[in-house]
């Protein structure tokens, strides 16, 4: 029986990719994307959603537009044009305009009227800034305990992407991290970069997704080769010609746990540190008081998240054999 799941996503590259993997994957059933200001202003977000639905043939999973800035502060701690964003997201994903259309009913919403009404386990995963979850604990004093699963991209252990010491995701809305991390979710899986940038995508890995011919390997190679590109130029991975795919290494463990590895910590969020803030504090020598909270991946196999990448990507349809 297929997993029933919503992503919540800031859609650049990567999370194009894992729409593509939810969205066809027969092991998960993708009930809605609901959208957030992150990678790009959240219409661009919402856009390349529906972009990326409509170019593999699912357009009929809806999409909704969420926050378009921060829970608490006016807007991100520095705009994305001093990231270096553009090399690696760009504005507009490489694919061509939607002809769908968002849904009338804001991300927030959707959320607290799906859960609320629920009488499946939904698995949520929230793999860009944490906003709209966050708000939704505001508005719902019971969403947290609605919400059976929780799976988050997101933070950073050892060395983090925006700053030294911060992961984009949690950095861009730290309060909002921070209230989420505390509300007391049944059961919550981090998945940080220390996971994330071990489960590599090569050139060659690429072109092999390029070869499938299906429109979800052309996307995902379009798509995966920029990010490369990207990498290179200002991050490089350990593997030079390589890059992460984040989000979609989320979705991945859904059908495949086996694709990371676990240690059950305390989480929380710095939100006032002037060198740290946005940092995820992961105890992992328990010298906190706080009882852990979060299932941690350290790890994460990339040969079993390519395999999966080639195998789902390789069908016209979430129906097709």
């Not at 043939?57 to 502060?73: A, K, N």
């Not at 030294?164 to 007391?184: I, K, L, Q």
């Not at 011919?213 to 290179?232: E, K, N, S």
């Not at 992992?284 to 789902?312: H, I, M, S, W, Y």
Request: net charge negative; aromatic share 4%.
């Amino acid at each position: 029986m297929a997993r029933k799941m919503i992503l919540d996503c800031d859609t650049g590259t990567d999370d194009a990719v894992a729409i593509m993997l939810a969205a066809l994957h027969p092991g998960i059933e993708l009930l809605a994307c609901t959208t957030v200001d992150g990678n790009v202003a959240v219409e661009h977000c919402t856009d390349n959603s529906l972009r990326t639905l409509d170019f593999i043939g699912c357009g009929h999973i809806p999409v909704y537009e969420g926050s378009h800035r921060p829970i608490v502060r006016k807007e991100s701690p520095l705009p994305r044009s001093a990231l270096g964003k553009e090399k690696i997201q760009g504005r507009e994903l490489p694919l061509p305009p939607p002809t769908s259309r968002k849904q009338d009913t804001g991300a927030v919403e959707y959320l607290i009227e799906t859960y609320r009404n629920a009488t499946d386990e939904i698995v949520l995963v929230p793999v860009g800034p944490l906003t709209n979850i966050a708000t939704a604990l505001v508005l719902d004093d019971k969403f947290v305990k609605r919400v059976p699963e929780i799976v988050i991209m997101g933070g950073a252990h050892a060395t983090g992407n925006t700053t030294p010491s911060a992961e984009f995701n949690v950095w861009a809305d730290p309060e909002a991290a921070a209230m989420v991390f505390a509300a007391g979710f049944e059961k919550i899986t981090l998945v940080p970069l220390d996971a994330t940038h071990q489960a590599l995508v090569t050139s060659a890995q690429c072109s092999a997704l390029a070869a499938l011919g299906t429109p979800a390997g052309t996307a995902a190679a379009r798509l995966i080769g920029q990010r490369i590109v990207g990498y290179d130029a200002t991050q490089p991975m350990a593997i030079l010609g390589s890059a992460p795919v984040h989000d979609a290494v989320c979705v991945n463990f859904l059908v495949n746990p086996e694709v990371i590895t676990t240690r059950r910590i305390h989480v929380a969020v710095e939100t006032k540190g002037e060198l740290t803030i946005g940092r995820t504090v992961m105890d992992v020598r328990q010298r906190g008081k706080e009882p852990p909270n979060c299932d941690v991946a350290f790890t994460a196999d990339a040969d079993v998240f390519n395999r999966t990448l080639l195998e789902t990507f390789r069908r016209t349809s979430a129906k097709a054999a």
